[in-house]
Structure formats: structure tokens, C-alpha cells
């Protein structure tokens, strides 16, 4: 319609009117007569304007015609979105939070995702090892009833057993008897029957004993189970280590974080107590409160706190001096926000960054420091179960390769997969690729 219109508004050419062109040698004429110029040719505007393509007539459509048109090209889009190598229009994307960006890079680093999940399921199961790896029986039916031997102590004489003394049911002999018999007795033992603590006397022979089926590797020189020994010392270390980085933080992140807010007199005053507590000796702080108290795990926890905390306040410092620095937080500051509220919702978020990254190194030098505290003999004392001291038993064996190579391996292992995932939150965290500024 809009073309039929613009066709019909359109003049044509040989019906404009014929005007005379007076050109500068006199001569008259028509204007599409050429003209014989005696000298040179000098265009007039009247032949440039008619010499141009003439314009399109623009063509108004009405709004009855508008909205009648739109179900129509609606219809249209429908058919064409279907069609193949036709892309449909691209749709806004919803905005996704950093921290869901962070978790995103993280995945799709495997060597430390895979290992976090690893120690995620290690970790928990390793408290549930009493029922894993123990003496006592989880369940046993004996005339009728049913004990349960790990929530409650029973006698041996409970089940007919002629100890002296009245002592604790040694219940693999137990489930020996009972299979024995034959009868609706039974006993439902851990999948691994041996306890780190329990010496195995019935052994016959010298400690330490070879891997083999009783012990899978082995016994250490008083007779206790080594396999049973490292898997409760994994718990041991890594919670040890754990508990560790959260108290060294908690003090690093508030000592540091007020130094790089507050500056001045506090900043200085903060520099140099933290200048003359980190000169103190370490090993000699250790030495001195073992000699005065038996080194227990809250102990060496407090003990190495105190130290362990110097290195985060430096990096909450100087987290907080460059943020401080930049222009939300001094229009903040404009504004009258409270400082408790710049410092909690606006500065430690940004702060928290490389500080996070930090983290799994920090376990890595937890689990490391109680190890060696454990071989030197100033760490958790024995019986508890301990990487370290089971390092230091081995030594003194070294023929017997499995009393010093199972502990080694175990804490190898554990700081590798620490290591992996720290690597890749720090990949993660990297602000040149995402930022809360960006």
C-alpha cells in the first residue's frame, strides 16, 4: 500500500513545467534542451536539484492499521523462533552473585575439587570411627535380649564370660563362642575389630608384628593396631589444625583489622607489639609450658595460638589500609555511616579475599607443627594417637618399615589434598577475575 501510494504521489519528469534557463552567454531555452555554451560549462543549481534521484514519499500508516498488523507479526516471530538456523533473541541473564562465580571456578578446577570433596567425606566419617574401628561389639543378642556394648558397659560375667575380677567382655572371644554354639546368640562386631589403644596379647609373639590378616599393617612395639592407630590420628591432626586456623584467624583478622582502620598512634603501637612477640622463641615457649603442665590437645592449641595469629594480623592490615583507601569507603564515611558497619559489611568482605585463600595453608602448617611437636615429645602424650609420635616409635625400628612409612604416607596424602585445594581457592579467589568491584 505504502509503495502504490509513493508511486502515485510521485511526478514525473516530463511533466514538470518548462522554464527557461538564461545561461551566462545570453542563451534561452528549454531546460532539457541543451544548451551550447560558448565558454565554460558552469551547472546551474536548477540542473544539479532536478539531475538528483527524487525522494521517497514517506507513507503514514494509521494506528487501526498498527494494531491490526501487530497479532500478525506476532504470529510471524512465533513461527520464525522454530524455525532451524533461525536464532531466537537473546534474553537478559539474571546476575549471579561473586561468591556463586567463585564456586563456579572452583569446580571446574578438578585436582582440588575432587580432593575437597575427598577429605568432605573423610573428615565427618573419621568421628564416626568408634563404630568403624573397635573392640566393643555394636550389638549382641544373648537369650533373647539385645545389648548394645558402645552406648553401655557390660561385665563379662553378663554373658557368661569367667574373667578375673569381674572385667570389661572381650567380645571377639565372645563371637568366637557363640559361633561356636551354634545357637540364636550372636555378636555384631566393627567391620574392623581392633581398638587404637588395645594391646593384643594374644598374639604370642614379640612386638612388633608384620601386616597381615589379624592387623592389616601391623602392630607398633607395645602391641597396638598401627592401622586403627593412623586413622584415628587423621582425626586427631585435622581437627587439631582446623580448631587451630579458626582461633589464629578470629585474633589475626580482629588485631589487623583494627591496626589498617584506626591507623595512627593504635597502628603504631600495634606494629611494634607484634614486632617484639614475634621475636620470642617458639620451641623454648613450647619447652617451658610442657615442663610446667602435661601437654594435652587444649593445651597445645592455646600454646601455638598465641603464636600462629602474627602472620594473618599482617595480611588483615594491609587489606584494610588499601580498602580504606578507596572511594566507597570514603563516601561512606561522607554519608555518616558507623564505622562498625563500614568495617563489617563493607571492608572485611573485600578484605576476607586473600585471607581465604590463605586458609588451607594455614592447615597444612597446623597439622605440620602438631607432628612435629609429636616427634620432638613435647606434643599430645601417649596413648593418644598421633602421626608424630608414631613417626618417632618407628624410627626406632627401622627394620619394621610399616611403623614409619603408614604414618608418613598418611600425613603426605593429607597435606597433598590440603594443598589442592588451596591451590584452586586460590585460583578461585583471584581478584583480576572477579572482583566485588567490577
Sequence with gaps: MADQNSKDNIIPRDDLPREENTAKGGQTGPLDVPQENKGEDMPDLQDEMLARPPLPIRHVI?????EERQP????????????????????????????????????????????????AILYPLSFALPLLMNKT???????????????????????????????????????????????SNWVLMPPYPWDPYEVDFDAGESFPLKPSGRHWLGTDDTGRDVFA???????????????????????????????????????????????????????????IVSSILIPNFAILILVISLFSWISISYYMRGEFLREKSKDYVAAAIALG?????????????????????FLPFSIVGGISSLVALD??????????????QMMSVGLGYIESWWLIVTPFMAMF????????????IREAFDPKVFSRLR
Design 72 to 119: 500478525a507479526q506476532r504470529e510471524i516471530r512465533e513461527a520464525m523462533s522454530g524455525a532451524p538456523g533461525i536464532a531466537e533473541p537473546e534474553m537478559t541473564q539474571p546476575s549471579v552473585s561473586i561468591l556463586k562465580k567463585r564456586w563456579q571456578k572452583f569446580k571446574m578446577l578438578k585436582r582440588g575439587y575432587y580432593s575437597f570433596l575427598l577429605l
Design 137 to 183: 561389639a555394636l550389638v549382641v543378642h544373648y537369650d533373647g535380649e539385645y545389648f548394645f556394648p558402645t552406648f553401655n558397659y557390660y561385665s563379662g560375667a553378663t554373658f557368661g564370660q569367667d574373667l578375673a575380677m569381674g572385667g570389661e567382655t572381650d567380645y571377639r572371644k565372645l563371637d568366637e563362642a557363640f559361633e561356636k554354639e551354634g545357637g
Design 413 to 424: 596424602l593429607t597435606l597433598l589434598l590440603v594443598t589442592f585445594i588451596g591451590e584452586a
Design 229 to 287: 592407630r593412623m586413622c584415628y590420628g587423621f582425626n586427631v591432626s585435622l581437627s587439631f589444625a582446623i580448631l587451630l586456623t579458626i582461633i589464629e584467624y578470629l585474633i589475626g583478622a580482629a588485631l589487623g583489622g583494627l591496626m589498617g582502620y584506626a591507623g595512627g598512634l593504635i597502628d603504631l603501637l600495634g606494629q611494634r607489639f607484634v614486632e617484639i612477640w614475634s621475636t620470642v622463641p617458639f620451641l623454648y615457649t613450647v619447652i
Design 375 to 388: 616427634y620432638l615429645g613435647f606434643g599430645i602424650p601417649p596413648p593418644m594417637p598421633s602421626w608424630g
Design 62 to 66: 494509521p494506528d487501526t492499521e498498527v
Design 337 to 357: 555511616v558507623k564505622d562498625r558497619t563500614i568495617i563489617f559489611r563493607h571492608i572485611l568482605p573485600n578484605a576476607l579475599t586473600p585471607v581465604v585463600a
